[in-house]
């Protein structure tokens, strides 16, 4: 079989190579199998952030109701409150309304032909305004 000489370089090369082939696909596989469990990791440590955000996000809004349940607001003062919690949140808020015993809107900062369209997006504040 190995008679001739491209046989014995034929066989030279493939003694050669198939180990390092071997080495090569066994590295590629411990690396695929370590990036799999990588993957589930950043999932769950992306899904804690997200919580982390919201909780935070709802202990701000908490907050702000807090703040304005204490004070007796008004309309005459209504904007000034309004300014003051979007000032505190860093304007985190699209709108804060002040409605009376019938849901209608009183107050409404910033007024509807301010508010901007990327962030006030929801189609509930429609029918309000």
Known sequence: ML???????MALIVATTLP?????????????QENVGNALSRTEKDAQTALSELSSDMDQTHTALDMLAEGNISPDNALREFALVQTISQHHYCSLVL??????????????????????????LLPIL
């Open 3 to 9: 008679d001739t000489v491209s046989a014995r370089v």
């Open 20 to 32: 390092l082939a071997t080495i090569a696909g066994l590295l590629a596989w411990h690396n695929y």
């Open 99 to 124: 409605t009376d015993a019938d849901g209608r809107p009183v107050v409404v900062l910033p007024p509807p032909s301010s508010q901007d369209p990327a962030i006030c997006t929801s189609s509930e």
